[in-house]
């Protein structure tokens, strides 16, 4: 396989999935995958491929989440010139492009149910059709599809075809988490390391101190082996020194003493010697809510127009004598005091 392609684990949890998909390539049945963001989804379909007699043949990815829903289905099934605005000549689809090979459906959770539906039709007669056409197109095509999404919850609450579930289903590849691979993580930071350094044109890797590999082994990873393999290569290429062991990692790449925040707007109280409610206290009525809202748009108006009543009023939509009959009531003073 391709260096991008490589398997990087000894952890049972994580050899037992690949397992189940090398035993599962040669069945020319659909395979769901099933896992956390960047636990290596794509790679297993490209498993799933190269160890299927259609090793030779396309192996076509579309990401489902990457486009509008009204664009989905012209992608997968295609269509013929004029069959919408824009479409000014004939285009075919991701069916016919993995036609004798795998069509790789990423976030499939994000497919409408229009989509779906042709979708399940495609998968059941091996038969598509391009918008705007009349006739169906026969292919032969595996599918491979993955998600983060629980489908059978979504299958529950109908957001999911529960019959194109059960069709994807004949084997279901769930990757487990990073932080579920025992002794994974070592191995992933050693690998992503000498990479790192071998791109840097260092002679040697010095792998990483015990404080910073401990470091790695206890953070949660939320983002599983992507984000591993981020923070593992800028460790090293920030540290830039290949004689000494890499001592310092950091896992947030936005993490600055001078990153922007936003500046926070303290309470304007209505009168001088009134402390106003948190915010999870309950009006003990509707009149009291309805006071402190009041009370909250006439203090933000005041301060917006600095405090020129004409320009309040009419920003408030009030007359004059309105506007300080509710300075009164709410004991806002005139000069802004």
Same mark, same amino acid.
């Given at each position: 396989?391709?260096?991008?392609?490589?398997?990087?684990?000894?952890?049972?949890?994580?050899?037992?999935?690949?397992?189940?998909?090398?035993?599962?390539?040669?069945?020319?049945?659909?395979?769901?995958?099933?896992?956390?963001?960047?636990?290596?989804?794509?790679?297993?379909?490209?498993?799933?491929?190269?160890?299927?007699?259609?090793?030779?043949?396309?192996?076509?990815?579309?990401?489902?989440?990457?486009?509008?829903?009204?664009?989905?289905?012209?992608?997968?099934?295609?269509?013929?010139?004029?069959?919408?605005?824009?479409?000014?000549?004939?285009?075919?689809?991701?069916?016919?492009?993995?036609?004798?090979?795998?069509?790789?459906?990423?976030?499939?959770?994000?497919?409408?149910?229009?989509?779906?539906?042709?979708?399940?039709?495609?998968?059941?007669?091996?038969?598509?059709?391009?918008?705007?056409?009349?006739?169906?197109?026969?292919?032969?095509?595996?599918?491979?599809?993955?998600?983060?999404?629980?489908?059978?919850?979504?299958?529950?609450?109908?957001?999911?075809?529960?019959?194109?579930?059960?069709?994807?289903?004949?084997?279901?590849?769930?990757?487990?988490?990073?932080?579920?691979?025992?002794?994974?993580?070592?191995?992933?930071?050693?690998?992503?390391?000498?990479?790192?350094?071998?791109? +840097?044109?260092?002679?040697?890797?010095?792998?990483?101190? %015990?404080?910073?590999? &401990? /470091? =790695? *082994?206890?953070?949660? !990873?939320?983002?599983?082996?992507?984000?591993?393999?981020?923070?593992?290569?800028?460790?090293?290429?920030?540290?830039?020194?290949?004689?000494?062991?890499?001592?310092?990692?950091?896992?947030?790449?936005?993490?600055?003493?001078?990153?922007?925040?936003?500046?926070?707007?303290?309470?304007?109280?209505?009168?001088?010697?009134?402390?106003?409610?948190?915010?999870?206290?309950?009006?003990?009525? +509707?009149?009291?809510?309805?006071?402190?809202?009041?009370? %909250?748009?006439?203090? &933000? /108006? =005041? *301060?917006?127009?600095? !405090?020129?009543?004409?320009?309040?009023?009419?920003?408030?939509?009030?007359?004059?004598?309105?506007?300080?009959?509710?300075?009164?009531?709410?004991?806002?003073?005139?000069?802004?005091?």
């Amino acid at each position: 396989m391709e260096r991008e392609s490589q398997f990087i684990g000894q952890s049972t949890a994580f050899l037992d999935a690949v397992e189940r998909a090398s035993r599962a390539a040669p069945v020319r049945r659909p395979v769901l995958v099933i896992g956390e963001r960047g636990t290596g989804k794509e790679l297993i379909a490209q498993r799933l491929h190269h160890l299927s007699p259609r090793w030779g043949e396309p192996l076509v990815t579309l990401n489902c989440a990457a486009l509008p829903e009204t664009l989905i289905e012209a992608e997968l099934f295609g269509h013929e010139a004029g069959a919408f605005t824009g479409a000014t000549r004939a285009r075919a689809g991701r069916f016919e492009e993995a036609d004798r090979g795998t069509l790789f459906l990423d976030e499939l959770g994000n497919l409408s149910m229009a989509a779906q539906e042709r979708l399940l039709r495609a998968i059941e007669y091996g038969e598509v059709v391009r918008i705007g056409a009349s006739r169906p197109l026969t292919v032969d095509v595996r599918i491979v599809a993955a998600t983060n999404a629980d489908l059978p919850r979504m299958a529950a609450q109908g957001t999911f075809r529960a019959d194109l579930l059960d069709r994807l289903s004949f084997e279901v590849i769930t990757l487990p988490p990073l932080r579920a691979r025992e002794g994974d993580v070592a191995e992933l930071a050693d690998f992503y390391g000498r990479r790192m350094a071998s791109e +840097l044109g260092w002679d040697r890797f010095p792998g990483f101190t %015990a404080g910073a590999m &401990a /470091a =790695l *082994e206890d953070y949660p !990873w939320p983002g599983n082996v992507r984000e591993l393999r981020n923070v593992v290569e800028r460790a090293v290429y920030r540290w830039g020194d290949e004689s000494t062991p890499v001592a310092e990692v950091v896992f947030d790449a936005f993490a600055s003493a001078w990153a922007p925040v936003e500046a926070a707007t303290p309470p304007s109280p209505c009168a001088e010697n009134t402390t106003p409610p948190p915010a999870a206290v309950i009006p003990a009525s +509707l009149r009291e809510a309805v006071d402190a809202h009041e009370c %909250a748009l006439l203090t &933000a /108006a =005041l *301060e917006r127009q600095r !405090w020129n009543q004409r320009k309040v009023a009419a920003d408030l939509g009030l007359t004059y004598d309105q506007l300080r009959h509710c300075l009164k009531k709410h004991g806002l003073r005139a000069g802004g005091g």
